[in-house]
């Protein structure tokens, strides 16, 4: 009886090691939700909507998937340099000019863009601060 409760003591303790660690994109991602959250609060918010629904005409909604992860490799520019272009979201033509946040160090946008990219429906998943910088760098 002893052994088969040294064993189970034992199986209970792996299992709980195994669910306990977690991989370092598993942390990193929920370190740039946690504060790109709170930067989307501050900077986003007021023209995107609590929940990324958009501000009518003026701003586009962020739930659209596939607008995001068609843009994917721009997202960072916009959030970075603004918009001044019209961008088409959910069939919808919005004009109007979105300000730049040139304020925001690379990771920063790095940190806002995953929280968006993972919220209001979407799951596009951890993008890294290098990724992000690189395309920074790109901008046009």
């Known amino acids: 009886m002893r052994k088969y409760i040294i064993n189970a003591l034992f199986f209970i303790s792996l299992v709980g090691m195994?669910?306990?660690?977690?991989?370092q994109e598993t942390i990193d991602l929920?370190?740039?939700?946690?504060?790109?959250?709170?930067?989307y609060k501050t900077?986003?918010?007021?023209?995107?909507?609590?929940?990324?629904?958009?501000?009518?005409?003026?701003?586009?909604?962020l739930t659209d998937s596939?607008?995001?992860?068609?843009n994917k490799s721009r997202l960072a520019c916009f959030i970075k340099n603004g918009?001044?272009?019209?961008?088409?979201?959910?069939?919808?033509?919005?004009?109007e000019k979105m300000p730049a946040f040139p304020e925001l160090a690379d990771i920063d946008v790095a940190q806002v863009m995953v929280f968006v990219t993972n919220s209001?429906?979407?799951?596009?998943?951890?993008?890294?601060?290098?990724k992000v910088s690189k395309d920074l760098q790109n901008c046009k």
């Open 18 to 23: 195994i669910f306990s660690c977690q991989n």
């Open 30 to 39: 929920q370190n740039y939700m946690s504060n790109g959250k709170d930067i």
């Open 43 to 61: 900077k986003c918010q007021n023209c995107h909507g609590e929940n990324g629904e958009g501000l009518g005409q003026l701003a586009p909604p």
């Open 66 to 70: 596939l607008f995001l992860k068609a």
């Open 83 to 95: 918009v001044n272009e019209s961008l088409t979201v959910h069939g919808q033509v919005y004009k």
């Open 120 to 130: 209001f429906g979407n799951k596009q998943g951890f993008v890294p601060y290098s």
